[in-house]
């Protein structure tokens, strides 16, 4: 049970399928054994459900780009009532919405919503931001404990820097059959082809074929808790700065994935992390010294995903949600 229970081996089978989000877990063994991580194909079954069943690793992410005819954004809005505002916004634009983050700061409440597109916001909601996403990084970590983290953020940038766009100057052209099926692929990315076309209805080769025109439009990560998800804090951190290739290069430090979204001049940032107040005394010196500007910053404490709720109600089979099957006497804890 020893390597099933080690951080370090989580850590280089969270960057192997990462690097490799289609490989089977017959492809990832003859890696792990290759470079001497695990000899033992059971072993690492044992330590994928392991990982899975902590929520040191979580089923694969699906962001697709920004095009002509698809647009990321993201609203920040005060309101006082979070679950009015879930009970009627929700429900009703339910096809519009990628999350909803419930968030607090000197003790009101906020709301971030992830749209793509324009939605109408409440009459009762003040929009305190409407931001259209011009890049989306997910920052995979690279740490084990929270001392190299605390330690990366004791340092300054040298150099300013800036970002790649992830926008495309053409419309997105999918039909109705590729939108069903990056709805099944966001449910687990790592699902079959044959199961792929069970839910579609058709052949594995057609889902496949669909699948191939998906991966062109999207950025795709497994995100990876070292300490297992419930460990962390999710902060969100908004503001101005010229060095913000310095602030990957910190987050890698971290021992949980962190998001990187550039909306014109503004970088914000979705921190998982188990050392908040450092983070936030470290973002407050950044400010004080002029690396950033104008910054925002709450912690969330509540989310909403539509396939998560999908998932509760029972819409999508839980044979099909996870990853690596566990069996039937353990369930995924959302």
């Known amino acids: 049970m020893g390597k099933v229970r080690d951080p370090s081996i989580h850590l280089q089978l969270g960057h192997l399928l990462n690097k490799y989000p289609h490989a089977s877990v017959d492809k990832i063994y003859k890696i792990t054994r ?51 505002f879930i009970d009627d916004f929700f429900s009703n634009h339910k096809d519009s919405i990628d ?49 190299n983290f605390e330690d990366a953020l004791r340092t300054e940038p040298e150099t300013e820097s ?20 990056f709805y099944w692929i966001s449910v687990n990315y790592r699902m079959t082809h044959t199961d792929l076309a069970r839910l579609l209805k058709t052949s594995p080769q057609t889902a496949y074929r669909r699948r191939m025109v998906i991966d062109k439009s999207v ?39 962190s998001y990187v979204v550039k909306t014109g001049s503004t970088i914000t940032l979705f921190v998982n992390t188990t050392i908040p107040g450092i983070l936030e005394d470290a973002m407050d010196r950044y400010e004080e010294t002029g690396i950033i500007r104008r910054m925002r910053r709450m912690r969330m404490y509540h989310r909403v995903d539509p396939l998560l709720e999908d998932y509760k109600n029972g819409l999508i089979p839980e044979r099909y949600f996870w990853m690596f099957k566990i069996g039937s006497r353990k369930r995924k804890r959302i």
């Open 219 to 257: 950025v795709v990560h497994y995100p990876i808790f070292i300490g297992g998800w419930r460990s962390y804090e999710f902060l969100f951190l908004s503001f101005e700065t010229d060095y913000p290739s310095f602030f990957i290069d910190v987050l890698k430090r971290n021992s949980g994935v």
């Open 162 to 181: 800036t970002l790649n766009s992830f926008c495309v100057n053409e419309n997105l052209e999918w039909t109705d059959e590729i939108w069903e099926t």
């Open 34 to 84: 290759r470079e001497k991580i695990i000899g033992s194909i059971n072993t690492l079954w044992s330590t994928l459900e392991y990982m899975e069943e902590n929520r040191i690793i979580d089923n694969p992410r699906c962001v697709i780009k920004t095009f002509k005819s698809y647009t990321n954004m993201h609203y920040v809005l005060k309101t006082e009532d979070y679950k009015e």
């Open 99 to 147: 999350m909803i983050h419930c968030m607090n700061a000197y003790g009101e409440a906020y709301i971030y919503v992830k749209t793509h597109g324009e939605v109408p916001i409440p009459d009762y909601c003040h929009v305190l931001e409407q931001r259209t996403w011009n890049n989306f990084i997910p920052v995979l970590p690279h740490s084990l404990t929270k001392e």
